[in-house]
């Protein structure tokens, strides 16, 4: 039976009677619907009291009086009791007005003598608002808690409600949560009714008529203490005036809000709008910031955080989960294509954004902005005929991408695929936020290169494949891009790309589009799949003389090429008569890794910076942290503890937890795809199948076949001889593919908790961090701050691969001469062989010693090309010692060194001087 509040009276509860909550097992959505307005007609006039407090509190938050709001809030405690909407309302209301450590204070003291749940609801409500995680971060990384955690199905989906407001359109789900609230309080089972109903209307295509009208009905049965509450129970009318009140007085209707959102967002105004009421203000910004493809989402995020705080005002209620926002574009675009797609009601801040777009482009609605104007007659236009007006129009950056991304799919609609590709090629490199909301995977999803290659004579075609290979990782994408390149050579009559550059601008193409082409689609890793491109020399040298013609073209970017050029050269004289990319089996597809940090970590480095500029976490140049190595204390080797640092510490970790592990471009996966899934066992086996020495097991557990060869040996034997052959080899097979499972399911792995053995290592150590928080603190963005994080990691994995190498060398060249002297001593002791077999035993004895030299030659770092620094040697010298002394805690060494200033090395340097420290100290 599910408990009743002991007073009939009070519609909260005390707090520690919050969290106890039993299994239960909840019936249908309409059950517990009704069974839930039961519970709350039973409590009508004091939910009705409740509600004029709650309208007088939220009155109070929206125009940011928080220490008034904090006074009604303690009225409603001490009339109606604890509730987690209290709790929550409690500690948001803290933060605004006196900081996070009182907000932590606070959730100590309420943590005392908790059960239940309270203890990890209470914990993870007072994260809501640390500075170091974004609002999707705290949201990712609550979920991730909670699918790891023992809860049942029904509970994990109550308590992702109840701490990030989560609520999936699924009628069993919906359930769920109303099921548990029923358990709660009065005044939490208000608010999730109104949020379940809210979102069963705003979606009906998810629900029966049956559920529609149970929520229909509950609304109704509700209607006057939701309109208590200050919210519009059943969405709002498609309606609004085309003239809109004057800018600057509040207009809080769904409609009017998104129809300012659009304006902001189209930086129509002069500067931020601004109302009458504050709250109101950050809905709009916020909502424009989601809107923009300009923008850097800073107030989005803002506005995201005070949603998950105050989920309850009336406000955030109607809007919905503005995560489901799209931008600007895309609204205009699902308008334009589907020209009905507007609703009756609405619901969500989403309906209104449609329902404004729809107005603006059938005509029942116009906006007297000039811009604007223009804008919508342009779209006007294509949807009345099938040709482009080209008369250009002067639009302002969001209004020009509303334009490229509707012509994009215009295109593609009317089967006008050449000008499609144009505009996306475009669009694409003025902005890549576009990328996503053009209509590349139309284009290039399933499609053969029969069908592409009558569009190859165009730059475009590179380009546009380009940009989809940024949001979709096909590998058949990847060979057209390359065919595409192949077509221009030939149509330019082109020997190699390093002519491209001249003969594209003799065809008249335009100067930028030739940039992006030769910069970006033709990456190292295009290049190593053209023609003649026999060694990844031959690679680096072609994309440094590439650049050298880019230069040529005398364009902006002409000192950023040269600089490229010296690095390339630089790099190969240093890295000369080693292995590089194309024979390195140990590989991050780091452009694929820093397309997802781009789109993911983005707001978190940008929140970072503007954490450092109120001069919290600075750090020193690298030259005096450099030279507090000289001087290593315990603070030298620890993680400062700061709001700016917590959030580095998990941009980082994210960062390299992404670089080791991207299921599909991480270290881990390549070196299973290059090195464990069969190259090891074929190197190794290889060899011995070739000269059928090796058996095989017909089944698991079974005994090893014997191979061909071993079984015409036999066949000159009795019986008892055959059987010690046999078991000879078979031990024999055993042990090779015991040595090759060692190395592949052992050793070549990212070192983790399932693979503790395994060889690449790389952890977040205080050095490490504190040299990434001083390169951090010189960038400017996050894939600039990621291209030195990868350049960081190669350098410190390399240090460990460099004395881990010669170790697997010896300890598999030593294994596999135990296992073949083993065999030849138990075929001499039977005089089994002549002495021509031991000799082509011993010689493939020798090949396999050649073979695990080269296998433990693929233990290194890539040969890198990325931009970097240099240092001086002593300042090389200064870093590799802190290393050593930071791997041996209470070791510290005192180094006199004498080097010239001028002697320089880039990171890739610092490997060699630390290697031979380390093993000098290892030796010792």
């Known amino acids: 039976m599910r408990e009743q509040n002991n007073s009939a009276r009070l519609i909260g509860t005390h707090l520690t009677s919050l969290g106890l909550l039993p299994e239960v097992q909840p019936q249908d959505v309409v059950t517990e619907l009704t069974l839930s307005v039961d519970r709350l007609l039973r409590q009508h006039s004091e939910l009705m009291v409740f509600a004029k407090d709650a309208s007088r509190l939220a009155a109070a938050i929206t125009n940011q009086e928080f220490i008034y709001g904090a006074s009604i809030l303690e009225t409603i405690y001490k009339r109606h009791g604890y509730s987690y909407w209290a709790v929550e309302t409690e500690i948001a209301l803290m933060h605004a007005s006196s900081g996070l450590d009182t907000v932590k204070s606070k959730i100590n003291r309420m943590s005392i003598g908790t059960t239940g749940l309270n203890k990890f609801f209470l914990y993870y409500i007072g994260m809501r608002n640390e500075p170091a995680q974004t609002t999707s971060r705290y949201k990712a990384n609550l979920k991730r808690k909670i699918d790891e955690s023992n809860f049942s199905d029904q509970l994990r989906t109550y308590s992702k409600y109840r701490l990030y407001g989560a609520l999936e359109i699924d009628q069993v789900k919906l359930a769920h949560v109303l ?57 709002q009318d498609d309606s609004w005036e085309s003239e809109l009140p004057p800018k600057g007085q509040s207009a809080s209707s769904l409609a009017h809000i998104a129809h300012n959102s659009i304006q902001a967002c189209l930086n129509l105004y002069e500067e931020p709008l601004s109302t009458e009421n504050n709250y109101e203000t950050l809905v709009i910004n916020g909502l424009a910031s989601i809107l923009s493809t300009r923008s850097d989402k800073v107030i989005a995020e803002e506005l995201a955080k005070t949603l998950l705080n105050f989920s309850w005002l009336p406000l955030a209620i109607e809007l919905g989960e503005i995560t489901s926002v799209p931008s600007l574009p895309d609204v205009f675009v699902t308008v334009f294509l589907t020209q009905h797609a507007k ?18 482009l059938t005509g029942s609605s116009f906006n007297s902005n000039k811009e604007l104007q223009q804008l919508i007659i342009r779209i006007r236009e294509l949807q009345s005929t099938d040709k482009v007006i080209t008369t250009e129009l002067q639009l302002g950056q969001v209004a020009n991408d509303i334009q490229q991304v509707i012509l994009a799919h215009f295109f593609y609609e009317n ?8 505009i996306c090629a475009e669009a694409g490199m003025n902005n890549d936020q576009l990328i996503p909301l053009l209509p590349l995977a139309k284009l290039f999803q399933g499609v053969k290169w029969a069908t592409l290659r009558r569009c190859a004579d165009s730059i475009d075609l590179s380009i546009a494949l380009d940009h989809y290979l940024r949001i979709i990782d096909d590998r058949k994408s990847k060979t057209h891009k390359r065919y595409a390149v192949e077509e221009l050579l030939k149509l330019h009559k082109c020997k190699t790309i390093v002519d491209m550059p001249e003969a594209l601008v003799n065809a008249g193409v335009e100067k930028d589009k030739i940039e992006f082409l030769c910069y970006y689609v033709c990456d ?27 230069a040529a073209l005398h364009t902006d970017r002409e000192l950023s090429y040269l600089r490229e050029v010296e690095h390339i050269e630089d790099d190969l004289q240093v890295n000369d008569g080693l292995s590089v990319l194309d024979d390195s089996k140990v590989y991050v597809d780091e452009q694929a890794v820093l397309n997802f940090i781009s789109k993911e970590m983005f707001a978190d480095f940008q929140r970072y910076l503007k954490i450092v500029e109120t001069g919290v976490g600075t750090s020193e140049s690298i030259n005096e942290l450099l030279k507090s190595f000289n001087n290593p204390s315990a603070r030298t080797f620890q993680i400062p503890k700061n709001d700016a640092d917590d959030l580095l ?36 086996r290889g060899v011995l199948e070739a000269a059928d020495l090796i058996g095989h097991k017909p089944r698991i557990g079974a005994a090893y076949l014997p191979p061909a060869r071993v079984t015409d040996i036999c066949a000159k034997f009795d019986p008892k001889h055959r059987r ?53 603190q010189k960038c400017d963005s996050i894939d600039q701050f990621a ?68 296998i433990a030659g693929w233990i290194r770092i890539p040969n890198a090309s990325i931009e970097s620094n240099s240092y001086t040697m002593q300042q090389v010298m200064d870093v590799a010692v802190a290393v050593i002394a930071g791997q041996r805690p209470g070791f510290r060494p005192i180094f006199t060194s004498n080097l010239p200033d001028s002697l320089k090395l880039d990171t890739h340097g610092f490997s060699i001087v630390s290697d031979a420290l380390y093993i000098a100290f290892d030796n010792t």
């Not at 510490?649 to 390549?670: H, M, Q, Y």
């Open 524 to 550: 190292i890793v295009t290049l190593e799949l053209l023609p003649d491109m026999s060694n990844s020399r031959t690679v680096f040298n072609t994309r440094r003389e590439v650049l050298s013609q880019l």
């Open 343 to 360: 609703k009756p009601k609405i619901y969500t801040i989403y309906d209104a954004l449609i329902s404004i777009v729809d107005s603006l």
């Open 724 to 776: 010690i052959v046999i078991a000879a080899f078979g031990r024999f097979s055993e042990s090779i593919d015991q040595l090759i499972a060692l190395l592949r399911d052992e050793y070549f792995y990212v070192r983790s908790k399932e693979k503790t053995r395994g060889i690449f290592d790389l952890q977040l150590t205080p050095v490490i961090f504190a040299i990434a928080r001083s390169v951090a």
């Open 179 to 235: 099921a548990y609230d029923q358990l709660t309080t009065t005044v939490d089972l208000l608010f999730t009714v109104i949020k379940v109903t809210r979102i069963i209307l705003g979606q009906q295509f998810a629900f029966s008529n049956y559920i529609i009208n149970a929520a229909k009905e509950t609304l109704n049965t509700l209607a006057p203490i939701i309109s208590a509450l200050g919210i519009t129970a059943y969405g």
């Open 649 to 684: 510490t998990e941009i980082l970790r994210a960062i390299l937890d992404r670089f080791l592990f991207d299921p599909a471009s991480g270290l881990d996966i390549i070196i299973g795809r290059r090195i464990r899934h069969g190259t090891i066992s074929s190197e190794i």
């Open 787 to 854: 291209k030195e994080c990868f350049e960081l990691f190669w350098y410190y994995l390399s240090i460990r691969l460099e004395t881990l190498r010669p170790n697997i060398e010896v300890e598999t060249k030593k294994t596999l001469n135990s296992i073949f002297h083993k065999l030849t001593n138990e075929l001499r002791a039977i005089s089994a062989v002549d002495a021509v077999f031991f000799a082509q035993l011993q010689q493939i004895s020798d090949e396999l010693q050649r073979r695990a030299s080269m």
């Open 415 to 422: 089967g006008d695929i050449p000008s499609c590709l144009n």
